[in-house]
């Protein structure tokens, strides 16, 4: 059965009705209530204009019809004039930038089905892929529906990343040593009460020329100081080294807390020399892969690895380390301004 709305005093909500398909669709989707994450509540709540509800809040980023008939039913009997879907779409792409999967799902259906913005397969591509990458289902499927799924486009324009932060070289390594931020007393007291694991990383660190504190901080965050820790995806030991890793740099016994830290030493000096000192970016390839970050010009949008990126840079205090020149060639990314930041 459809339904009639009164809209004669809400011009500017015409077009968003006529490109929802059915009124039969619109109610069903405002009564689906599946929880979304907490950044788009709040960029929808910064919003100028009024305030959706927790209810209408709530409807799922599934299909971006619901919250859109969310707004139009806010707004039919309101004095404001919401801003139609481009307001959505700015708040989906927050969120998406964050490395919320169903808000890069949600843009991406607009941009398959030029709801709001133009048609462009290649971003909806895109949008799908993040979204694909982090194990959404509809994303999947979704991409098996465009006729070329490969993203070839650059980012929007939200999604753009901020400049790079500067970097010291290695020739700037007793400044940089010097300019180092302290660790907090909460961060030092974790690192101490590792007695045997803290000694093992004193001991290997300077081979490295790498900072202990930067390690400790690895190592917490990837095993919580576990030497027998397995994850999912089969990383092991205490720097939870995946076994291509370990092969790579020679590591024979993952499980062998000495071996596992010189593997994971071996791999961060690698990093550092590839990101030019870039901890935060170094801490983006350490979890999701060097090729993940290249491919999205920084910190990968996944929300697995924007918080990861956050436990590092909460235990550690610098946004850059020294790096050893001439190790590796540098990464085509510091060669550009165009890389992402959290």
């Known amino acids: 059965m459809k339904h009639t709305f009164n809209l004669s005093h809400m011009k500017t909500l015409v077009l968003l009705f006529g490109m929802i398909t059915c009124a039969s669709v619109m109610a069903n989707d405002t009564e689906t209530s599946v929880g979304t994450q907490q950044n788009t509540e709040n960029s929808a709540s910064s919003s100028t204009t009024p305030a959706i509800d927790k209810q209408d809040a709530k409807t799922s980023l599934r299909n971006p019809n619901s919250m859109l008939v969310a707004m139009a039913f806010k707004f039919r ?43 462009d397969e290649k971003i909806a591509a895109q949008l799908f892929t993040m979204a694909a990458e982090q194990g959404h289902v509809l994303a999947q499927e979704s991409l098996t529906k465009i006729s070329s799924p490969a993203p070839q486009t650059p980012l929007l324009a939200c999604l753009l990343p901020d400049p790079p932060a500067p970097v010291a070289s290695s020739s700037d390594a007793e400044t940089a040593q010097n300019e180092r931020n302290a660790i907090s007393d909460k961060t030092s007291a974790l690192f101490y009460s590792q007695g045997h694991i803290l000694k093992l990383v004193n001991k290997l660190a300077p081979r490295y020329n790498i900072d202990t504190n930067l390690v400790m901080a690895f190592i917490a965050v990837e095993s919580g100081f576990n030497v027998q820790a397995t994850s999912p995806k089969n990383a092991q030991g205490l720097m939870q080294l995946i076994p291509e890793t370990a092969k790579r740099f020679g590591v024979k016994d993952t499980y062998k807390a000495e071996d596992n830290i010189k593997g994971g030493l071996a791999y961060l000096r690698w990093l550092l020399a590839y990101f030019k000192g870039d901890v935060q970016l170094v801490a983006a390839a350490y979890n999701a892969g060097e090729a993940a970050v290249e491919k999205y010009k920084g910190v990968p949008p996944y929300a697995e690895t924007q918080q990861y990126v956050k436990k590092i840079a909460k235990l550690y205090n610098n946004l850059t380390h020294p790096y050893q020149d001439n190790l590796v060639k540098t990464s085509p990314l510091l060669n550009s301004a165009n890389r992402r930041t959290m």
Request: glycine residues 12%.
């Open 77 to 119: 009997n309101s004095e404001g004039t919401p801003r139609d879907y481009a307001e959505v779409a700015a708040n989906y792409c927050r969120a998406a930038k964050s490395g919320d999967a169903d808000a890069q799902y949600a843009l991406g259906w607009m941009y398959a089905n030029g709801r709001g913005v133009t048609q």
